[in-house]
């Protein structure tokens, strides 16, 4: 692979275009080579199955992926039209979905693009938040996928709530290098009755999503069955993304400050503002 291509998130920043109307957008002749695919017939199966993976989800592929020609220079000052795409964001986190999975940049543009895809889904203007509001939108992304995740473990047989803590161990073994539920807790500081993912600051919560994700829907993507199988699948994705956040250079999550406030106090302080705010109308 070319030198200039890096396996970081900043490579996919680098071809990432803004039209007149401030909408970003990648084009698929210039993701190519940057996703490593030699030839353009066998990238272009990875965005047809994307295209149907974006259709069975509800959504119209055409508003995603815009199909546009480029004009290309040929021998004796000839010119040939050949096919390309104007991606969205989302478009290209379903492409790298169905990637080639043994390719090294897959795994770190399956990371980019599902947590930059997530935010955007989370709140149009994310990056605008404030460090509190992206916890409180994150963290009830997570409440609301590991309800999924819950229920793709105990298709897979993980029926018995001693199992389920397991299974959630083994994520969290892979996330953190090892480390434990029981093991994090301590780290962190926290009293029993504390939850984990309550005193986490944005950047963990949004990798602990990641975990939880794409966990979901491998387990079912795959019909992975056993509870020792499911725990295997919860680990290795959380060890592949604790390996794609060192690709990005980004900090191991056992790293990462212990915000000062909790969820649940932010909750509170987000409901008093809200009544205050209805007792000034």
Same mark, same amino acid.
Request: hydrophobic share 35%.
């Given at each position: 692979?070319?030198?200039? !291509? ?226 295997? !699948? ?48």
């Amino acid at each position: 692979m070319n030198d200039l !291509v890096k396996y970081s998130e900043g490579t996919f920043e680098i071809i990432k275009h803004v039209n007149e109307y401030g909408q970003e957008y990648w084009l698929a002749r210039e993701l190519q080579p940057i996703l490593d695919y030699a030839q353009w017939r066998n990238f272009n199966e990875a965005i047809d199955r994307a295209k149907l993976a974006c259709q069975n989800s509800g959504i119209d592929p055409s508003d995603h992926f815009a199909e546009v020609s480029k004009t290309i220079p040929m021998p004796k000052n000839a010119s040939k039209d050949i096919q390309d795409y104007m991606l969205s964001r989302y478009a290209c986190y379903l492409i790298v979905m169905n990637g080639d999975p043994r390719k090294e940049v897959i795994a770190v543009g399956q990371s980019y693009f599902a947590v930059k895809t997530r935010q955007q889904e989370l709140i149009e203007n994310y990056d605008e938040l404030s460090e509190d509001q992206k916890r409180l939108a994150i963290r009830n992304e997570m409440t609301a996928h590991n309800k999924s995740l819950a229920e793709a473990a105990q298709m897979a047989g993980v029926i018995d709530p001693k199992d389920y803590a397991i299974f959630q161990n083994k994520g969290y073994q892979g996330l953190y290098g090892g480390l434990g539920a029981k093991e994090i807790h301590e780290r962190k500081g926290l009293k029993k009755s504390q939850k984990i993912l309550d005193h986490m600051g944005s950047t963990e919560l949004a990798a602990n999503l990641f975990r939880a994700t794409q966990t979901d829907e491998k387990l079912r993507r795959e019909n992975i069955r056993g509870k020792h199988a499911a725990n295997e !699948v919860h680990f290795q994705v959380g060890k592949k993304v604790r390996e794609t956040i060192k690709e990005l250079g980004g900090t191991m999550p056992e790293n990462l400050p212990t915000p000062e406030k909790s969820i649940a106090q932010l909750e509170r302080e987000q409901e008093r503002r809200k009544l205050k705010d209805g007792e000034c109308q």
